[in-house]
């Protein structure tokens, strides 16, 4: 089945780094991935979206890749700070589908 | 900054009743959907309505649910008999023409407690 796979285990970083997130897809073809931000009992928040000939995306502290052969975005948030603590959530669409990982959480520890 | 707005932001409702939530997508939006996570679990795909119509609905969209734009700014999600696994947040989002270049805007979801 067509499945969009995000990390399941919390990512717990030291404020200042770098988080890096990764987002895999099988049996499934995105003409494009976006990455959302969701705060918990709120609805997602667009970040970034990146097609599938692109390969790599950044607004401010955000950089998205796409990387095609290894059927996988990388998502990364430099500088990190408290305030990016939230659940990231990789979303990937091929046509009228549009397939939502189960995000990963981030803490970012001050 | 445009919204997304939905109501109810919470509805406790009995189980096989009906309830009607509604969401006023940005005004110069063309693409609407309707989304649902339940507690702890993944946001999952509704159905998505364009041009007055339903252009696609997931398995989970059964004949219990439909959907309208009764008036050119609503767009509602219809539940016929509520059941207990329909509880859950429902979240409507819209996006625009430029489709593909932008993402979804979402409200800030209804809350559905079936009891």
């Known amino acids: 089945s067509q499945k969009i796979e995000q990390n399941s285990e919390a990512l717990n970083i030291q404020e200042g780094k770098t988080a890096t997130l990764t987002c895999n897809y099988t049996?499934?073809?995105?003409?494009?991935l976006q990455w959302y931000r969701q705060d918990p009992g709120r609805g997602p928040v667009f970040l970034l979206l990146i097609r599938e000939n692109e390969k790599e995306k950044r607004k401010e502290r955000l950089k998205v890749t796409f990387d095609t052969t290894l059927k996988q975005s990388l998502f990364h948030i430099t500088a990190s700070q408290p305030a990016d603590s939230a659940t990231y959530l990789c979303?990937?669409?091929?046509?009228?589908?549009?397939?939502f990982g189960a995000g990963t959480r981030l803490f970012v520890k001050a | 900054e445009p919204e997304v707005t939905q109501t109810p932001s919470h509805q406790v409702t009995q189980m096989g009743q009906e309830v009607i939530l509604r969401c006023v997508p940005i005004?110069?939006?063309?693409?609407f959907y309707w989304y649902r996570q339940i507690l702890g679990q993944k946001v999952e795909f509704l159905v998505s309505?364009?041009?007055?119509?339903?252009?696609?609905k997931s398995e989970i969209f059964d004949d219990q649910f439909s959907v309208e734009r009764p008036d050119g700014s609503n767009f509602t999600l219809k539940i016929r008999s509520t059941k207990l696994e329909d509880s859950a947040m429902y979240f409507c989002a819209s996006r625009g023409q430029g489709g593909q270049n932008y993402g979804y805007t979402f409200g800030s979801g209804t809350r559905l407690t079936v009891v």
């Open positions: 309505f364009y041009n007055n119509e339903i252009s696609e």
């Open positions: 979303v990937g669409t091929g046509g009228f589908k549009t397939i």
């Open positions: 049996n499934y073809s995105p003409a494009y």
């Open positions: 005004s110069n939006h063309l693409y």
